[in-house]
């Protein structure tokens, strides 16, 4: 009996000790308090919710939309950061945790100049907004968003990347501003510096065509470019870069020029295929007639290509043996498949010459027979200048028509006032230079020479009647029975010494009919000078040889030279 009190009282009091023990158990479990980071393990997930399992009486509701990298799965263990209790017990925030966690990433990532992740969310003003984890957004100016100009600033939202802390405090606040164009250009020269020691020249390398320039198109190798220049696309003409590659196409290139000091990398097509400048001392000479196609005009000539990588270019002044080309669009087009003749070529430097006008014969090496000095011609009128015109004697052939050589009689101060464009005039060859392309030709000499006439008619010394045809202020202008004018010096008009010209003048007229002397003739000048004056005197001495000549035969004469004198002075 003793026995059995003894261990019913031995069992009492272990449960009594167990009981004690729990209660001193469940006091000493530290219970997390609101605002400390827990870690549990998940043990459902509904569509609401994600329940953690945390050590508390229940489990912990963290909201499905804070785990914006994925939902977990039952078992894996989440980091959250405790709210606080409600009726259903825990309240979780793993949004908030994370901020906490990558707020501490991002000090120490700014204290040591490391990149964070992160995701540009929006465009702002002047630039994006970028989600780094923490509760205030990071500011990335535009100038920083990038390696290269951007096109379209909203092509950039949604794109993740890495970016330097520029800046994270402002007044004392979270305020962070950041920059990826620094950790693009760290990455883009640890790529290219790799390429440098890794690609040699000649090498073939695969890239994928980004943009295009007026002189080729940029490669992406990678992350880093390479020039594709506009002649290392072909041995033959390219007129367009993206007539012979297309945006966004893989292509395989070899490497023709490597510069790490100046970043460059140059980039060829052609050099897959043989240089066709090799064999052209085979296929070609100077002299030879060559067919080709017109691939490009200039204003000083014409490329024409004569097989694919073989070009030449003929010089605006080989287009024509005749005619003054001004443009060589005027006789040849891009595409047009046309006839040359090789001048001269440089197989080293890759050039060819060619003249256009070697294919047919000079018509100016046998101008001269045709076109001999008194050779009277016809032509159109086709250019008129201030000092004359030029008429169209054959299809590239012009005379040169002096306003000189228009008139005999005229003073053409202005050819328009005598000839109008595609007017047929007869001329005459004055002069032939077939060295210099040049031909003078002229009107008048179509008629004799009506100075050389009047030369010949009049003498000095002789008189004649002519008209008034212009009075100025140093002289009369008076026209003889021919045409030729001459003029009456102011000091030849009047005979009376004492009388001024302003006088003398005042008793004529334009139209009136005057006598003069002939005191000068030079047809070579074609200059005559008249003499009022002299005339009269002549006139004088005529009269008084008439009575001389009339008293000497008449004895009964009593009117003598005195009486002649007297009778003039009443």
């Not at 440098?196 to 994928?208: A, E, M, R, Y």
């Not at 003929?314 to 060589?328: A, G, L």
């Not at 008194?374 to 004697?393: D, Q």
């Amino acid at each position: 009996m003793e026995k059995m009190e003894v261990e019913k009282n031995v069992a009492q009091n272990s449960k009594s000790d167990f009981q004690t023990q729990l209660e001193e158990s469940l006091k000493n479990i530290n219970v997390p308090e609101a605002g400390q980071m827990v870690e549990g393990i998940v043990v459902q997930i509904t569509e609401d919710y994600v329940y953690v399992d945390i050590g508390d009486k229940s489990e912990g509701l963290i909201p499905v939309k804070e785990f914006a990298e994925g939902l977990p799965v039952e078992g894996d263990t989440v980091r959250a950061l405790l709210i606080g209790h409600d009726k259903n017990g825990p309240v979780l925030s793993k949004k908030k945790a994370d901020s906490k966690r990558f707020l501490k990433e991002i000090q120490q990532a700014a204290k040591d100049k490391t990149p964070v992740n992160g995701t540009i969310v929006k465009l702002v003003k002047s630039g994006y907004e970028v989600n780094l984890g923490i509760d205030k957004p990071a500011f990335l100016p535009i100038s920083q968003a990038d390696s290269e100009k951007i096109e379209k600033p909203e092509s950039l939202i949604g794109v993740k990347s890495k970016f330097y802390i520029e800046r994270l405090y402002s007044d004392g606040k979270v305020n962070p501003v950041v920059n990826r164009r620094k950790y693009l250009e760290e990455e883009i020269n640890t790529k290219r510096d790799a390429f440098f020691n890794s690609i040699q020249l000649g090498d073939n390398v695969k890239g994928t065509v980004k943009s295009f320039t007026s002189f080729g198109a940029f490669i992406d190798l990678g992350g880093f470019d390479g020039l594709l220049h506009i002649n290392d696309m072909s041995w033959g003409h390219v007129a367009r870069p993206k007539d012979f590659v297309k945006k966004g196409q893989e292509i395989e290139l070899k490497v023709i020029r490597l510069d790490p000091a100046e970043k460059r990398i140059n980039l060829s097509l052609k050099h897959f295929s043989e240089d066709p400048w090799i064999h052209f001392d085979d296929k070609y000479n100077v002299n030879k007639v060559v067919k080709g196609k017109v691939t490009k005009l200039t204003k000083f000539g014409a490329f024409v290509e004569l097989e694919e990588g073989i070009e030449g270019l003929v010089h605006i002044s080989e287009f024509s043996w005749t005619k003054k080309i001004n443009e060589p669009g005027d006789m040849v087009s891009v595409g047009q498949e046309v006839e040359a003749v090789i001048l001269g070529y440089d197989v080293q430097a890759g050039r060819v010459s060619l003249g256009f006008k070697q294919v047919t014969a000079n018509p100016w090496d046998s101008i001269s027979e045709k076109y001999a000095e008194g050779t009277k011609v016809s032509g159109k009128v086709v250019k008129l200048t201030n000092a004359g015109a030029f008429v169209e004697l054959e299809e590239g052939i012009d005379g040169f028509l002096h306003g000189e050589d228009i008139s005999w009689l005229k003073k053409v101060k202005h050819p328009g006032s005598e000839l109008s464009v595609d007017q047929e005039v007869e001329a005459v060859v004055l002069e032939c230079n077939p060295e210099a392309h040049k031909i003078k030709i002229g009107i008048k000499q179509l008629t004799p020479d009506p100075w050389k006439e009047f030369a010949a008619e009049y003498k000095p010394g002789s008189t004649l009647e002519g008209e008034i045809t212009s009075i100025t202020e140093f002289g009369v202008f008076v026209k003889a029975p021919n045409g030729i004018e001459g003029l009456v010096n102011k000091f030849n008009l009047s005979e009376n010494k004492e009388e001024t010209y302003e006088d003398a003048v005042a008793k004529y007229k334009v139209g009136d009919k005057i006598n003069v002397f002939v005191v000068d003739v030079n047809a070579a000048k074609e200059k005559v000078a008249f003499s009022v004056k002299e005339f009269k005197k002549k006139q004088a001495m005529d009269e008084i040889s008439h009575y001389m000549s009339s008293s000497a035969n008449d004895d009964d004469g009593a009117f003598t030279l005195a009486d002649m004198i007297n009778s003039k002075k009443q």
